[in-house]
């Protein structure tokens, strides 16, 4: 993640949290949640976690008993999710700073590294939501992932991208226009690699190592094709 990304979401935390938040984007993080079939007890990790949007989602599904690590590079998202954290009271949720595609986490030393313990049985787990958009190459970051969840952990992607839904097509301009007011430096006015193509080429780049990681793997649209979620089981 470049210093720029960084300097963008630490302005724009507060803002950020209010639209991840909104009615609507709720049902695609509650979706995200269920495709990672969680269970009371179980850990699950979620890469970019920002201001905590999807924490409440994780947390009740893996009960009191469960744990919940979230990673971020931006102290600024962190400070958010922190405060969320401390304002519900939530024991079992842990927010680490560090570069999720190279997570300080290793499966053998995940009690070390968080210190507070996952009932020594791992990562059962992970969850990236609009991220994978990030990463200059993702497949390889999601084929790490997924050998730190090895066989039988449950990932999962959301991501927002451009839809092949003809449906969807007036509302391009817009999406692409979101794609830049939101991809530092946003005053560009003319790109020789547009970044909602470059967004494009990386979710289904990421969505892809998924399946490829996968022996039985699901997606599902939503938002009229404007959001992805890709979602499996590690062979
Ligand atoms: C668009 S926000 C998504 C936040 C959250 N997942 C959500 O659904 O609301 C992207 C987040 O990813 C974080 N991020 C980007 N690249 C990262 C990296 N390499 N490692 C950790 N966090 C990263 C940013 O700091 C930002 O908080």
């Not at 290793?106 to 020594?120: K, L």
């Not at 497949?139 to 997924?146: K, L």
């Not at 991208?161 to 391009?172: E, F, Q």
């Amino acid at each position: 993640m470049t210093d720029d990304l960084q300097a963008f979401y630490g302005r724009w935390a507060r803002l950020y949290d209010r639209i991840a938040r909104f009615p609507g984007v709720g049902a695609w993080r509650a979706a995200a949640a269920d495709a990672l079939a969680l269970e009371p007890g179980d850990t699950v990790l979620e890469m970019g976690c920002g201001t905590g949007a999807n924490l409440p989602y994780l947390r009740e599904r893996v009960g009191p008993e469960g744990q919940v690590i979230g990673i971020d590079l931006t102290a600024g998202m962190l400070d958010v999710a922190r405060e969320r954290v401390e304002r519900r009271g939530w024991k079992n949720v842990s927010l680490i700073r560090a570069d999720a595609s190279r997570p300080p986490i290793a499966a053998s030393a995940v009690d070390h590294a968080i210190g507070e313990g996952t009932n020594g049985k791992g990562i059962d787990a992970v969850l990236a939501s609009f991220l994978s958009g990030m990463f200059a190459d993702p497949a390889p970051v999601i084929e790490e992932w997924c050998s730190l969840l090895g066989p039988g952990g449950r990932i999962c992607l959301l991501d927002a991208t451009r839809s092949a839904d003809r449906r969807a097509l007036p509302l391009d301009m817009t999406f692409r226009a979101f794609v830049v007011a939101s991809t530092p430096p946003t005053w560009q006015l003319r790109y020789d690699d547009p970044p909602w193509r470059a967004l494009e080429a990386r979710v289904e780049s990421a969505h892809d190592a998924v399946r490829r990681c996968c022996g039985t793997y699901g997606a599902d649209r939503f938002a009229l094709g404007f959001v992805r979620l890709t979602y499996g089981v590690v062979e």
